[in-house]
């Protein structure tokens, strides 16, 4: 995990009783992990993020919160979403 430095990942477990549930896991980068299960209710995306820490470039940051923002975006109306993961990146200036 966190690729060839180590220094940043993202992991999901899943209880034993939810495996046999779990349609995809796709990686879109280091920092975020989207998995898809099947529920009684519809399809469930288990979107987990590990957001740059404060310390990290401002450019990092911007680039982690889009890419974030478009694979939202993705995800088909119908389908529900939890969103869950470490998410305290700390913008200086937004000037959006």
Do not use: T
């Not at 310390?55 to 923002?69: A, I, T, Y």
């Not at 109306?77 to 937004?94: K, L, P, T, W, Y």
Request: with cysteine.
């Amino acid at each position: 995990m966190g690729g060839e430095e180590r220094l940043d990942g993202i992991g999901i477990f899943v209880a034993e009783r939810w495996v046999d549930s779990v349609v995809s896991v796709e990686r879109h980068s280091k920092r975020v992990l989207i998995l898809k299960m099947v529920l009684d209710s519809g399809l469930l995306d288990v979107f987990m993020v590990f957001a740059p820490h404060s310390g990290k470039l401002e450019e990092v940051k911007e680039s982690f919160w889009n890419e974030v923002f478009h694979l939202l975006s993705c995800i088909p109306q119908n389908e529900m979403m939890v969103f869950a993961g470490v998410c305290c990146s700390i913008f200086r200036d937004i000037s959006y």
